[in-house]
């Protein structure tokens, strides 16, 4: 089920976030690359801001989150996670879809996002294409990400 965030989630999200970055990213990052990017204990007042200021939305099956999204009101895709348990059914693309949706009808004409070098693949599918390579600090180490952004055609 596709839901609206709520505050209560913020655990799960958190979790959800950790254990994908650590189990779906981990053919693309070495070890400190991922402790960098998730890094522990996670700053929980941070992540509430964060997904408070976006929409922020879930798919939930029987009380266990399965994935989130959190994108701005300007078109900015900021998170797409999905738990490593459950990827390649679909989830990301659930979230995606209905970004895109409530973006367009709101007018805006481009999503973008910055794409780790494990999600590329999955946006390339969904029709953005790379405009940057990036390489990012993140606590003294180096993190490889593409700026990719898609034209939404109305
Ligand atoms: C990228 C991510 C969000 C995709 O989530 P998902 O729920 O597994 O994606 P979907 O099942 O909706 O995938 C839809 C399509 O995208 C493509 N795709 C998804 N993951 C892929 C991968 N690892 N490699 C190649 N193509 C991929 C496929 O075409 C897939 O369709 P298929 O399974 O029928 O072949 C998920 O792997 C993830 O959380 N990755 C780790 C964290 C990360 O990098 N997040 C994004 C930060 S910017």
Known sequence: ??????ESDLEA???LFNDSVHHLADKHYDKDRLAAWAPQPPD???WAARLA?????VVETDGKLLGFIAYEPNGHIDLLFTSPAHCRRGIASTLLRHAETALAARGISML???ASLSARPFFERFGFEVTE?????????????YAMRKWLVS
């Open 13 to 15: 999200v958190v979790l």
């Open 53 to 57: 200021s976006a929409d922020t939305w």
């Open 112 to 114: 973008f996002t910055e």
């Open 133 to 145: 390579e990036q390489d990012v600090q993140r606590r003294g180490v180096t993190l490889r990400r």
């Open 44 to 46: 929980l007042k941070r």
């Open 1 to 6: 089920m596709l839901r609206p965030y709520r």
